[in-house]
């Protein structure tokens, strides 16, 4: 059997949208294919390490003699060497054999993708290699970062510095200490913080050396595993940023598109999550009133029927009260009786 027919992917992975798959095996290629189509978009190469098996494709034939390779011959001048010896200097190995004496001495890795992942936003995805984890991304970079990147940070900018400050209620400097830090457990305690109507104003007065700083710090509290029931809070958020930089953003468009897509997801899957909440408790409301309406309507019907009865009932008991009334009269006039 040929290699090209016995050729398979150990690992897959297909993206969020179902539109694209990752597939990679014991080489060093990951082929991304659109299903749709069943084309192959991209080839990526892993490695370029000449260390590893599997990355030189083609043999080097300057090292053929007509004799057999030259890694196999003994050039050296003892004769006296016994036999164990000199079978220790000829290569014995055999192709493709991995066990047993005739196992091809060959100690190095082999270059191989054993898993392969794509991101939730299908914007990036990752690979375990023989070389570690490996992480490729459409837009350049990585987002969600969570490595200590702090920036222009000095000797006074602490975690206990910035929790002081925020005890003392300096919110923006506290904020900007955090983003300075760059850590985001900090950064999401400073911001949680921060009292709604203090939002407008802050947002206001934060420099634009920090905004894309504070933009990517929103969309990534955004996109906690654990979604924040502070939907209003970093709405506003969003909002009052936008309205006081929005030249800003549009002049650095580039640097904040990730965000902004996040901004996106989020509001959209938001919006479809309130909009079915406010449909279901509309269609209960409803059901409901009806249901009320229907009992008062069946009520007051009953309710007539008695009153009816009632009268009928009250009209008839006068009737007869008054004809015997009037037969009391007739019995006493002169000649009855």
């Known amino acids: ?119 939730p936003s299908s914007r990036q995805w990752a690979c375990c290699t023989t070389e570690g984890m490996a992480i490729y991304s459409l837009d350049g970079q990585v987002t969600g ?32 200490m955090s983003l300075r830090l760059n850590e985001d457990s900090i950064t999401s305690q400073v911001f949680e913080s921060i009292p709604y109507d203090h939002i407008k104003l802050l947002s206001a007065e934060i420099h634009e050396n920090y905004l894309i700083r504070l933009v990517g710090f929103i969309s990534r509290y955004m996109s906690k595993p654990v979604a924040s029931p502070q939907v209003h809070f970093t709405s506003l958020w969003v909002n009052c940023i936008l309205n006081t930089h929005g030249q800003f953003f549009k002049n650095n468009s580039t640097a904040v598109a990730i965000p902004f897509r996040v901004f996106q997801k989020y509001f959209i899957k938001t919006q479809e999550d309130l909009s079915t909440m406010c449909n279901t408790n509309t269609a209960t409301l409803t059901y409901l009133s009806n249901t009320e309406s229907q009992r008062e309507i069946n009520f007051g019907t009953k309710t007539t029927k008695t009153l009816t009865t009632i009268n009928k009932h009250n009209k008839n008991t006068e009737q007869n009260e008054q004809e015997e009334d009037d037969s009391d009269e007739n019995t006493n006039l002169p000649g009855w009786g």
């Open 1 to 119: 059997m040929t290699r090209s027919k016995a050729a398979h992917f150990t690992s897959i992975a297909y993206s969020a949208d179902g539109k694209c798959v990752l597939a990679a095996d014991k080489t060093r290629f990951v082929c991304i294919y659109e299903i749709e189509h069943r084309i192959l978009i991209r080839q990526i190469q892993i490695s370029h390490n000449r260390s590893l098996d599997g990355i030189v494709d083609h043999y080097d034939y300057r090292r053929e003699t007509e004799w057999g390779p030259i890694d196999t011959m003994d050039f050296s001048d003892e004769d006296d060497d016994d036999d164990e010896q000199k079978k220790s200097r000829f290569d014995t190995s055999l192709p493709g054999v991995t066990s047993g004496k005739f196992k091809m001495a060959n100690n190095r890795k082999a270059i191989e993708v054993f898993d392969i992942k794509f991101s």
């Open 145 to 176: 970062q969570a490595l200590f990147d702090p920036y222009q940070l000095d000797l006074d900018i602490t975690t206990k510095s910035v929790i002081d400050t925020l005890n003392e209620k300096q919110y923006l400097k506290a904020l900007i």
